[in-house]
């Protein structure tokens, strides 16, 4: 029988009247990986901050080695041998991996360095991690910062490793290297949460699972005796398909179409390096790439929020076939020409949205200048407001609610829904299913899809390879700036994306 | 892990934050924070001078209710401050922190004083004030936008930029005063004082009630402006997120200019009526910090128009209350100890928002009471 690194009893934690955690249970034993599964504010993360000690348990207890231990604090988890890896790095920049490692340890040993970083390299090599200790943070990819986050826990002595979503921001072939660095730590003996909601990687490395849905613990399964369809129950509560829809494109002409386009950051840094592709009506176009590559600038470019050094940005209007140039122009000008083009950006509460005004004043963004007179029209929001909450299904309040307290799913069901109640003829989508549950995922799918089908031009930015090969009809791969490759989704495989991805010289950049 | 760590104790406090509260209950916290605060500010005075708190807030209450005319003096100064805060508002409503509101009343109010000083009683008394009135809010406006435009153009930092603004505005009427003043006391007699020509006249026999007046159509004109207009929209998605505004294409260095112009111009109107409804003259020291006390009010009022007047009655009449204190010769108390009890005052208000939005959760819970509030 293994011994348990760690047990968590009855914990509940809540924040105002939402309870992110009830009575969860958990146990973690030495040498093994852990995956614990559930579907997005489904309180994975806030358990797992309640042993880094960055939140304190309203009620339960946590027992460490068999011990009571109290957590208030990181400095009391680290005690404890508890390492987190959070989803944003917390890094200095211009220090080398080193000086980041060892950047506020207090073990009472002398300032060296050198003896620091020929410690760094054992454990690297201990693991199979791959790391230069002497580069600076700047310089390294996101793969790379990962693995000193990882090294910097390890440095510490930490015996229980928590990674949260640790494969969000990596290709598939990173992806495989941490998961053979993370078996070699099991063997080791160290006990590795992992927090995740892609299944196949739960299934492919994980020993056991635990599943959390709406804060409450499910129940845990050994890994070897389970299947997706049975984890998708138990996170979601009943059978949910897990295909995506696709049709033929029907009626495909030309919308919109982008030449050569290139722009620079302020700092001079090349942020889109001669892209150019074309969006066809009635399909949806896939934009896969690593977070960062350039698919923001892109879409805002179209959108008429990036200013471009070089290139052509053309549309197509339907029917008339005319040609309007995009480029150099406002989101007004652009609306003013009578371009239908709708944008659901990344940052839904902090672009899309305002998130402390209400769903009919959210409405309002896109309308509120129309009509004469200095004085707002809150009749026709006020109608749109009521009529997504009904046909998308809205779980609100009322339509007075400010959309900062709406759920994830909820708040892009509002974004979608305004979006597409400008009936555009080209819809851009930025992660639109970031942060959200499998069944408002699979909504946010549909309402694409019956877009595509209505003769729309979709441009789908996305994270997750998988989801792309399923929905999309065309996929374009950008990394660094570049386009490094176009491919049929209904033949490519996610292998090949990854490898385009990471294609560019440039590699990723923050 | 060999090493065996002791179990340390629950920490004493730990603080979760608060679902939305009802209205009632949060005004009910903020009441109970008022009084608990003249509780302590009053028991704080007893210990340290033996004064008892109901003298206190007796004294307090008589400052500004002890009389008809003390009544009135209270409403006019509340106007004021009502008035200017009303003018930081739009500003702040976008997070522009206009910080310059004291320079730009009394620019607006120089403007006032140079019209009457060069005009005298040449013209009527109507066209005297209008001119005034254009004059002031011109001034006003160019004082404030002046930062609006650094501001949009080139995005610096308007806290500074509007702060500074003053000292040139106390230092311009420094300037006008010692040319118009030949005897070099530095004191500008009421101007027209025998003709009244550009004097707001008392309306009901009563001198104040014109300037109380204005100051509430200025307090409806905004609620409706800030709430009801595309304008006041435009200001609160600026306010609340630049990259939405450029997203739906709203022209955010133009919406900047214009709402910093339209506080610089109420700046410059409450400067004219300090002129023509109050002073008739000026003096380096007329807005009388009032345009930094406005910052607070607006604050304390979360920028609503309507709160506005609950706050800058509250204010006035603690600024008041602690002179009364300060003055009355009876109580042989410091001239600090008012400005004491205001601070305290305020700092609990202040602090009572934390309670609103926070719960405090002792080591000891009570299971039942937090059930009751989940």
Same mark, same amino acid.
């Given at each position: ?11 509940? /934690? ?115 991690? @791959? ?31 928590i990674l949260d979503e640790p494969t969000a921001v990596l290709t598939p ?13 099991? @063997? ?27 804060? $409450? ?105 005319? $040609? ?21 950006? $990344? ?125 999309? @009809? ?28 990471? /294609? ?7 | ?24 209950? %949060? ?23 033996g004064v008892s708190p109901i003298e206190i807030v007796k004294t307090m209450?008589?400052? %500004? ?117 030949? %005897? ?51 200001? %609160? ?10 997203y739906i294409g709203i022209n955010v260095k133009k919406v900047i200019l ?117």
């Amino acid at each position: 029988m293994k011994k348990i690194a760690i047990e968590l009893k009855n914990i509940t /934690k809540r924040f105002g009247a939402v309870t992110a955690n009830r009575d969860v249970c958990l146990t973690v034993y030495n040498g093994e990986i852990l995956s614990l599964l559930g579907e997005n504010g489904s309180g994975k993360t806030t358990l797992m901050n309640m042993i880094a000690g960055i939140y304190y348990p309203d009620e339960g207890s946590i027992f460490i080695n068999g011990n009571e231990a109290i957590i208030s604090s990181p400095k009391d988890s680290f005690k404890y041998g508890i390492g987190m890896i959070h989803q944003h790095f917390k890094l200095v920049n211009v220090f080398s991996a080193t000086e980041n490692i060892i950047l506020g340890l207090d073990d009472g040993s002398s300032f060296d360095l050198e003896k620091s970083a020929k410690k760094v390299k054992e454990i690297a090599d201990k693991y199979g991690f @791959d790391i230069d200790p002497a580069k600076k943070i700047y310089e390294m990819s996101v793969s790379e910062k990962q693995t000193v986050e990882i090294i910097k826990d390890l440095y510490r002595g930490a015996d229980i490793l928590i990674l949260d979503e640790p494969t969000a921001v990596l290709t598939p072939q990173e992806s495989d290297k941490l998961f053979a660095v993370l078996r070699r730590m099991r @063997d080791d003996g160290k006990a590795i949460i992992i927090i995740t909601h892609k299944l196949h990687e739960v299934l492919s490395l994980s020993d056991r699972v635990s599943v959390l849905r709406k804060g $409450e613990y499910i129940g845990t399964v050994n890994t070897a005796e389970t299947n997706e369809s049975e984890l998708t129950e138990m996170m979601v509560g009943e059978k949910t398909a897990l295909n995506i829809y696709r049709g033929e494109p029907k009626n495909s002409e030309l919308r919109l179409s982008v030449k050569n386009i290139s722009c620079k950051s302020r700092e001079g840094v090349k942020l889109l390096d001669n892209v150019s592709f074309e969006a066809m009506s009635g399909e949806i176009l896939g934009i896969a790439g690593i977070a960062g590559s350039g698919q923001r600038e892109l879409l805002e470019a179209i959108a008429g929020l990036q200013s471009l050094d070089s290139g052509e940005i053309t549309y197509y209007t339907p029917e008339t076939n005319m $040609e309007e140039n995009l480029r150099d122009k406002t989101p007004m000008q652009i609306r003013e020409l009578g371009v239908r083009l709708s944008f659901v950006p $990344e940052d839904r509460l902090g672009m899309g949205l305002v998130g402390n005004m209400d769903i009919i004043d959210n409405m309002m963004l896109r309308s509120y200048s129309k009509g004469k007179g200095v004085f707002l029209q809150r009749k026709e929001p006020k109608d749109l407001a009521e009529k997504i909450i009904e046909q998308l299904k809205v779980v609100t309040p009322n339509a007075n609610t400010p959309v900062r307290r709406l759920s994830g799913g909820n708040v892009q069901k509002v974004l979608v829904g305004r979006e597409i109640a400008a009936a555009p003829t080209v819809l851009m989508a930025a992660y639109p299913v970031r942060g959200l549950d499998i069944n408002a995922s699979y909504a946010i799918y549909d309402l694409l899809n019956q877009q595509k089908e209505s003769g729309v031009a979709v441009i789908f930015v996305g994270e997750d390879l998988d989801v792309l090969i399923e929905l999309c @009809d065309r996929i374009v791969v950008i990394g660094g700036g570049q386009i490094t490759g176009t491919v049929d989704a209904r033949c490519a495989t996610k292998e090949e994306i990854g490898l385009l991805m990471t /294609k560019s010289n440039g590699g990723a950049k923050e | 892990m060999s090493n065996q760590i002791k179990a340390s104790h629950e920490p004493l406090i730990h603080v979760t934050k608060r679902d939305a509260m009802v209205w009632w209950k %949060s005004w009910l916290i903020r009441i109970i924070a008022v009084i608990a605060a003249m509780m302590v500010g009053t028991a704080f005075t007893w210990i340290l001078t033996g004064v008892s708190p109901i003298e206190i807030v007796k004294t307090m209450f008589e400052g %500004s209710f002890g009389t008809e005319r003390k009544i009135w003096i209270f409403l006019k100064d509340s106007a004021m401050l009502l008035g200017i805060s009303l003018a930081v508002t739009p500003a702040f409503k976008m997070r522009f922190w206009n910080t310059g509101a004291e320079g730009q009343v009394l620019i607006g109010a120089l403007a006032s004083v140079t019209c009457m000083f060069y005009l005298g009683d040449k013209l009527s008394n109507v066209v005297t004030l209008l001119i005034m009135l254009a004059a002031s809010i011109v001034a006003g406006a160019i004082w404030a936008g002046v930062a609006g435009f650094f501001k949009a153009k080139w995005n610096t930092n308007e806290t500074l930029f509007t702060l500074m603004m003053n000292y040139v505005a106390m230092q311009l009427v420094a300037f006008c005063i010692m040319k118009w003043v030949p %005897s070099g006391s530095m004191v500008l007699s009421p101007l027209n004082s025998t003709t009244q020509t550009g004097w707001l006249p008392s309306v009901f026999g009563q001198k104040y009630l014109l300037n109380i007046a204005i100051v509430l159509v200025i307090t409806v004109i905004m609620f409706v402006y800030l709430k009801f207009s595309k304008h006041g929209y435009e200001i %609160s998605v600026v306010g609340e997120s630049e990259n939405t505004a450029r997203y739906i294409g709203i022209n955010v260095k133009k919406v900047i200019l214009r709402t910093v112009i339209i506080s610089g111009a109420l700046c410059g109107i409450m400067g004219w009526l300090y002129v023509a409804g109050l002073d008739h003259s000026i003096e380096t020291g007329t807005v009388g910090g009032n345009g930094f006390t406005a910052i607070m009010v607006s604050w304390l009022a979360k920028f609503h128009p309507l709160f506005m007047v609950v706050a800058s009655l509250l204010i006035c009449f603690l600024q008041i209350g602690s002179g009364a204190l300060a003055s009355n010769p009876s109580l042989k108390l410091n001239s600090s100890l008012g400005d004491i009890i205001t601070g305290i005052i305020i700092l609990f208000i202040i602090g009572s928002e934390f309670f609103i939005r926070y719960k405090v959760n002792f080591r000891k819970k009570h299971k039942e009471e937090a059930n009751k509030n989940a």
